[in-house]
Nanobody, 124 residues
């Protein structure tokens, strides 16, 4: 079982930046993808970004491409989501998820391990 704990959410003004962290424990992650999803009130959970632990291959959803950067910390089993040029529509609960697989997946049901989420608000 993989445990994931998100942190770093908060309130930021439009155009600002925020960095989320996801601490991952419980398994060796060599065969895992770790992803960030987000969910706004009344909306479906949306894929934001993912990183393959072994190769550091990364993928982004269209709505965040060019503004968000996903990365990992080798030493601490932590995955980061650097969010830049934030917009009001980026406001959501951000969830970290992990999936043991060789291929990328961007649909939530294919991820079996989830954190509890961290709230990001974007407002002036």
């Amino acid at each position: 079982q993989v445990q994931l704990v998100e942190s770093g959410g908060g309130l930021v003004q439009p155009g600002g930046s925020l960095r989320l962290s996801c601490e991952v424990s419980g398994r060796t992650l060599d065969k895992y993808w770790v992803a960030w999803f987000r969910q706004a009130p009344g909306e479906e959970r949306e894929f934001a970004a993912a990183i393959k632990w072994s190769s550091e291959d990364t993928h982004y959803g269209d709505s965040v491409k060019g503004r968000f950067i996903i990365s990992r910390d080798n030493a601490g089993n932590t995955v980061y989501l650097q969010m830049n040029r934030l917009k009001p529509e980026d406001a959501a609960v951000y969830y970290c998820a992990a999936r043991q697989a060789s291929r990328l997946a961007i649909t939530p049901p294919l991820y079996g391990n989830w954190g509890r989420g961290t709230q990001v608000s974007v407002s002036s």
